[in-house]
């Protein structure tokens, strides 16, 4: 039997607290509930932990300084923040901490599980692209060189377009939500943004065009697909 994804929660409404405790049971996680920051990083000290879904304004320790404490034991810990403040700087604060999403008061708890699970994708995913190469039909695709091999042929790829790729890769077959992508490799899903992630996508296929087999295909209104005949790691 597979074991449960564990969740710190960490928030002082307790009536909220409760309520999300037991709807992230109900979905299959085990959730440990925190009132305050200090009493989270104590848990988060004694106890494993897959994600930490952590409250802004808590007392005693408020979510953005418990964030930086629990990024210093490990820098890899998934990280969503709730607010009930909407102003930029504190979602851009949140990130700066190291945050990997966050949600604003009121939202739903379906949308909640919905970001949870797409950082647990993430994260998984980057577990697999950190630690392998990927094969994409004719192509070897190294990650950590960022470097792209068809036969003999190697292509040297810039950080944004070996992130993209290994996003591609991890889903390959699959959609790729648009932004899903920005928002992991941008941080930001703006304009601005989503037209430098069309450029890329471009560059990409120019890349991958030796191999017919290989396509990556828009999907109106969603995101692009990486279409590879094969498993995409190995």
């Not at 699970?117 to 060189?145: M, P």
């Amino acid at each position: 039997m597979e074991e449960k994804m564990r969740i710190l929660l960490c928030e002082d409404d307790e009536n909220l607290g409760m309520l999300l405790r037991e709807y992230l049971q109900a979905k299959g996680y085990a959730a440990e509930l925190c009132p305050d920051g200090e009493a989270g990083y104590k848990a988060f000290l004694k106890n494993r932990f897959d994600l930490c879904v952590l409250d802004i304004n808590m007392p005693k320790k408020d979510g953005l300084t418990l964030a930086t404490d629990i990024r210093q034991v490990n820098s890899d810990m998934p990280i969503m923040f709730l607010t009930a403040k909407t102003l930029k700087e504190d979602i851009l604060e949140g990130f700066k901490r190291g945050a990997d999403d966050y949600i604003t008061k009121p939202f739903s708890m379906e949308e909640m599980v919905f970001r949870i699970e797409a950082i647990l994708r993430r994260v998984r995913g980057k577990k697999t692209k950190d630690c392998s190469v990927y094969h994409i039909g004719k192509f070897v695709f190294d990650t950590q060189k960022q470097i792209l091999e068809f036969g003999s042929e190697q292509t040297k790829l810039t950080t944004k377009e070996s992130e993209l790729l290994g996003l591609l890769c991890a889903h390959a077959n699959e959609i790729l939500q648009r932004d899903f992508a920005l928002k992991t490799i941008w941080i930001d899903d703006n304009y601005f943004n989503a037209r430098s992630m069309d450029v890329y996508i471009t560059k990409l296929r120019k890349h991958l065009k030796a191999d017919p087999e290989i396509e990556i295909i828009n999907i109106h209104g969603k995101g692009y697909k990486l279409i590879a005949p094969e498993p995409a790691n190995v």
